[in-house]
């Protein structure tokens, strides 16, 4: 079987390749990766799932400090961690600000947002693991607001039913329930 040895190649169109790999573009592909935002956030009924990038190298980035900002009243707040500098000591379930144990890759979950409209931004740090500096520069901007909510839509809803913040008197059991309560 032959390979083409020319993946550099331009082209205008998507070529079939041998095997049936398709070639592309990948001045389309690249130009498309720039026009991404540089960070965004998903949610679901009680999360946010946060991913980044950086369009340039970080020079001395020992990772993320992972700010959530309140949209109404500006409010900003940290979030933590519980993944450390390797060698670093600290009883299971520790947990420390992203500004203190920098996230090192390009996502993670807030597993704790409030139930209001937030936003998040991701500033790279720099510097010694027990002095670190944040590099705003090279910060992204702040995500699109997003809100977590237990409403599914079409009448459906993941209400709490345990844990924190669950109705008293029931059973614990996680389940989706109607919007509507009697």
Same mark, same amino acid.
């Given at each position: 079987?032959?390979?083409?040895?020319?993946?550099?190649?331009?082209?205008?169109?998507?070529?079939?390749?041998?095997?049936?790999?398709?070639?592309?573009?990948?001045?389309?592909?690249?130009?498309?990766?720039?026009?991404?935002?540089?960070?965004?956030?998903?949610?679901?009924?009680?999360?946010?799932?946060?991913?980044?990038?950086?369009?340039?190298?970080?020079?001395?980035?020992?990772?993320? #400090? *992972?700010?959530?900002?309140?949209?109404? &009243?500006?409010?900003?707040?940290?979030?933590? @961690?519980?993944?450390?500098? !390797? =060698? $670093?000591?600290?009883?299971?379930?520790?947990?420390?600000?992203?500004?203190?144990?920098?996230?090192?890759?390009?996502?993670?979950?807030?597993?704790?947002?409030?139930?209001?409209?937030?936003?998040?931004?991701?500033?790279?740090?720099?510097?010694?693991?027990? #002095? *670190?500096?944040?590099?705003?520069?090279? &910060?992204?901007?702040?995500?699109?607001?997003? @809100?977590?909510?237990?409403? !599914? =839509? $079409?009448?459906?809803?993941?209400?709490?039913?345990?844990?924190?913040?669950?109705?008293?008197?029931?059973?614990?059991?996680?389940?989706?329930?109607?919007?509507?309560?009697?």
């Amino acid at each position: 079987m032959s390979v083409h040895a020319a993946p550099y190649r331009r082209h205008s169109r998507r070529d079939k390749r041998p095997g049936g790999m398709e070639r592309v573009d990948f001045d389309r592909a690249l130009a498309h990766y720039r026009e991404m935002p540089q960070i965004r956030a998903y949610v679901d009924s009680d999360h946010v799932f946060i991913a980044w990038k950086s369009n340039a190298l970080i020079p001395g980035c020992r990772g993320f #400090a *992972l700010k959530r900002e309140l949209t109404g &009243s500006r409010a900003e707040t940290i979030l933590d @961690t519980w993944v450390g500098f !390797a =060698g $670093d000591t600290a009883p299971p379930g520790t947990r420390r600000p992203s500004t203190e144990w920098p996230i090192q890759r390009f996502l993670w979950s807030d597993y704790d947002p409030p139930r209001e409209e937030v936003s998040y931004q991701a500033v790279p740090l720099t510097g010694d693991k027990d #002095a *670190l500096v944040e590099d705003a520069g090279h &910060s992204t901007g702040w995500s699109e607001p997003v @809100t977590v909510t237990a409403d !599914a =839509g $079409d009448g459906i809803s993941a209400r709490r039913l345990c844990g924190p913040g669950a109705p008293t008197g029931r059973s614990p059991v996680c389940a989706l329930s109607p919007t509507t309560r009697s």
